[in-house]
């Protein structure tokens, strides 16, 4: 069974971060994740200017539970494919 693995990063070399944010089985799926969680993302970026308390609420309510704090980079969403190990559809 092939799965979507959608992730969130930030940071770059020695201090890049990355995370799962969600498995799902439906690459349409994977794909409305990236985008709902790329344009949350912004809106913390956004209220991170000042507003600490704002910002937790944000990163603390929204699609991605897994978000890490943002490095001067931002956040960057993407998915990947894998099948998945031990599925009815595995044949090795």
Excluded at 35 to 61: F, V, W
């Amino acid at each position: 069974m092939k799965v979507y693995v959608v992730m969130g990063e930030t940071g770059e070399y020695s201090d890049r971060r990355v995370w799962v944010s969600k498995v799902t089985t439906e690459e349409r799926r994977a794909k409305e994740l990236v985008l709902r969680c790329e344009i949350h993302a912004s809106k913390i970026l956004i209220a991170r200017t000042g507003h600490y308390d704002l910002t937790q609420s944000l990163m603390e309510n929204g699609p991605d539970e897994n978000i890490q704090p943002a490095t001067y980079t931002g956040y960057t969403y993407f998915y990947e494919s894998a099948e998945m190990e031990g599925s009815k559809d595995d044949k090795g």
